[in-house]
């Protein structure tokens, strides 16, 4: 899977800044460093080196550090030109490496060669894209937990209990003929409980950093003027939504991403829901629909006083994602609070003077499953979470299939296969290029 070829990328984000970096990682970063600043530094010392072209023009003048592979990030001979952080210098920098033996990096590539080269396991080559992308200081720390290597760590102790019970498992097919049958053995049972219950606690710590990563999607829906708007602005924190009297003011959908006790929300104020014959606003009514369709958690504003019973005006109501929110209790002369209507959470606030925002703010972690402890989670994806089921259904089928040596030694097999899929034991190239090819270019 690993080629010869050398790569270049700018590794610092686009415009203009006051360092810009370029890397270069392969097997021509000697010939590339000769080429632009004369020869490679010493390394892991940073250096002031002038940077030239091919032509001899010097095109910038900067610090120059070479990490000799394979102790370096990618595990190859990588060299480092910082420079200054304008995007035209950068890019004679990176012309300069490539017209010298180098080639345009692919997304991801430096992060997919350190783990072709057994720098980083695929789970770790994941949270680096996870620490960039982290939008709230939780998001930071817990995908900087999994890529120091503690969700790989305690998915690679799983896989050891697994590999032990494989060995009581295959001892008792190898030794069939014996008087002595290993499956009788309590302990076999034990060991395969145990290994289902690291899977079970694994699953809840990487669902909960699954939830960091992802967000929730948060729609706020109601009729015209119960104060959609107005939440919305209270909730960001800003004038991201207009506000007036009339009804149909906001005919379209407004997102806006907030963090909520450190887990990223996206909040949607939506268009109210009633019957029109405006054909602009049924559209945002229509996007409302939609909306209210594919979200994490739906909060149905009403006005205070007004009756829970009547949902006509909120199609695809759920239970289990809906939190009730009785607005404008300032015109009321109530008190913020927060109850239960039918099992369903019921908050009575005031949009417009902020009372009662903290209850709702707790009310949306619940309702999108977050589960606050003084541990962080491991930042975690979808494909983590499915292996972990499907790790766990397979142990569970064991337990079920115990009196069948082969079927039991089958589904052990199967089961720690599926949990070397997290860090990428057992991957398919496609796989690969499908989570490398969503990296940022130069990283």
Do not use: W
């Not at 060995?167 to 053995?185: G, Q, R, T």
């Not at 052990?412 to 398919?428: D, W």
Request: with cysteine.
């Amino acid at each position: 899977m690993l080629n010869n070829e050398t790569i270049a990328a700018i590794a610092t984000p686009p415009g203009t800044g006051g360092i810009g970096v370029v890397r270069v990682s392969g097997k021509k970063t000697r010939i590339i460093a000769k080429h632009i600043i004369d020869g490679l530094p010493p390394k892991r010392t940073a250096v002031i080196r002038t940077f030239v072209n091919g032509a001899g023009e010097a095109l910038d003048s900067g610090l120059a550090v070479y990490f000799q592979g394979p102790n370096s990030y990618t595990g190859e001979d990588v060299l480092e030109l910082q420079g200054h952080g304008g995007p035209g210098v950068l890019r004679l920098i990176l012309r300069a490496c490539i017209d010298a033996g180098a080639r345009l990096a692919e997304p991801g590539e430096f992060t997919k060669r350190a783990y072709l080269n057994s720098k980083l396991d695929l789970a770790q080559a994941e949270s680096v894209a996870d620490l960039i992308g982290a939008s709230s200081e939780a998001a930071v720390l817990s995908a900087h937990r999994s890529l120091s290597g503690e969700f790989s760590t305690r998915t690679e102790q799983i896989k050891t209990e697994l590999i032990e019970a494989r060995v009581f498992v295959e001892a008792a097919i190898d030794f069939s003929e014996e008087e002595i049958d290993f499956l009788k053995d309590e302990s076999v049972k034990d060991r395969l409980n145990g290994v289902h219950l690291s899977l079970v606690q694994l699953r809840e710590q990487a669902t909960q950093g699954n939830l960091l990563r992802e967000g929730a999607k948060v729609v706020l829906a109601g009729e015209p003027n119960v104060g959609k708007s107005t939440l919305m602005n209270r909730l960001s924190e800003e004038e991201t939504s207009i506000v007036t009297q009339y009804a149909g003011t906001t005919r379209d959908s407004i997102e806006r991403q907030i963090i909520v006790g450190g887990m990223p929300m996206l909040i949607i104020d939506t268009a109210g829901l009633r019957r029109s014959d405006d054909p602009i606003e049924s559209m945002g009514i229509q996007r409302t629909l939609d909306h209210l369709k594919d979200a994490d958690v739906i909060v149905d504003i009403r006005e205070a006083g007004s009756d829970l019973g009547a949902r006509a005006s909120m199609p695809h109501f759920a239970e289990n994602k809906s939190i009730v929110v009785f607005n404008k209790i300032d015109l009321k002369g109530q008190s913020a609070s927060l109850n239960e209507r039918g099992g369903i959470p019921a908050v009575n606030l005031s949009a417009k003077t902020g009372a009662g925002i903290e209850i709702l703010k707790e009310c949306l972690l619940e309702k999108a499953g977050v589960r606050l402890s003084e541990e962080m989670p491991f930042m975690a994806r979808e494909r983590h979470l499915n292996a972990l089921d499907r790790a766990a259904a397979h142990v569970t089928a064991a337990l079920i299939n115990i009196g069948t040596i082969e079927l039991c030694a089958e589904e052990l097999r199967v089961a720690q296969n599926a949990i070397s899929e997290i860090t990428g034991e057992f991957v398919a190239d496609d796989l690969l290029g499908e989570i490398f090819s969503n990296f940022c270019v130069g990283k």
